[in-house]
């Protein structure tokens, strides 16, 4: 099913920062057998891709409005993906999905849900 939970979102003022966590719920499918990605939702906008990591990391991507600010990684042995996220800013506010992405992405450009949305989300809101 690929269920995931993400967690780690709050309120946080312009300028600070939060650590985003996501972990598989569905047992035997380990993060270490995908590529992996965070997408967002703000009010009235659609989803878009934030970051995205290859399988086995490495090689990662980031959407123009977060370079610099966020990193996105996996912890194989933990079954864990993060996305650090410093310098917030109050367009940074919305809901954040992690999802299940397929091996073959590269990185070279935004990722895609390959496999849904799986979560119910963490909530992120800046404020200024």
């Known amino acids: 099913q690929r269920q995931v939970m993400e967690s780690g979102g709050g309120l946080v003022q312009a300028g600070g920062s939060l650590n985003l966590s996501c972990t598989a719920l569905s047992s035997g499918l380990t993060f270490d057998d995908y590529a992996m990605g965070w997408f967002r939702q703000a009010p009235g906008k659609e989803r878009e891709a934030v970051s995205c990591i290859r399988w086995r990391g490495g090689r990662t991507w980031y959407d123009d409005s977060v370079q610099g600010r966020f990193t996105i990684s996996k912890d194989d042995a933990k079954n864990m993906l993060y996305l650090q996220m410093n310098n917030l800013k109050p367009e940074d506010t919305a809901m954040y999905y992690c999802?299940?992405?397929?091996?073959?992405?590269?990185?070279?450009?935004?990722?895609?849900?390959?496999?849904?949305?799986r979560g119910q989300g963490t909530q992120v809101t800046v404020s200024l």
């Open positions: 999802v299940y992405v397929g091996r073959s992405y590269d990185a070279a450009g935004p990722c895609r849900p390959d496999f849904g949305f």
